[in-house]
């Protein structure tokens, strides 16, 4: 079994800033991509920002420039890091986890439980 600790979010004023972490644990587990997706009322869940064990990152469109996804492998921990925040970046946050497990290397995919992003002002 795995567990991911998130935190960070809240309410932030536009241009404002924000931090997410996403802690990784479970025995047994190797973690490879790790990232964040999020949700909007009323939309679906779309991906935000990934990164891999190797450091290879990949943002959506809108956050180019202004998101920074990063990663410490030691505590299998990743951040994001919101900049510049705009309203419509207002979402539930999830942390994602492409979990495998042991020498089969089986693949598991994990779920956070979700932080509120609101950037109001």
């Known amino acids: 079994q795995v567990q991911l600790v998130e935190s960070g979010g809240g309410l932030v004023q536009p241009g404002g800033s924000l931090r997410l972490s996403c802690a990784a644990s479970?025995?047994?587990?190797?973690?490879?991509?790790m990232g964040w997706y999020r949700q909007a009322p009323g939309k679906q869940r779309e991906l935000v920002a990934t990164?891999?064990?190797?450091?290879?990152?990949n943002y959506v469109d809108s956050v180019k420039g202004r998101f920074t996804i990063s990663r410490d492998n030691a505590k299998n921990t990743i951040y994001l890091q919101m900049n510049s925040l705009k309203p419509e970046d207002t979402a539930v946050y999830y942390c994602?986890?492409?979990?495998?497990?042991?020498?089969?290397?089986?693949?598991?995919?994990?779920w956070g439980q979700g932080n509120q992003v609101t950037v109001s002002s």
């Open positions: 479970g025995r047994g587990f190797s973690f490879y991509a």
């Open positions: 994602n986890v492409d979990a495998r497990f042991g020498v089969t290397n089986l693949r598991y995919d994990y």
């Open positions: 990164i891999t064990n190797g450091g290879i990152t």
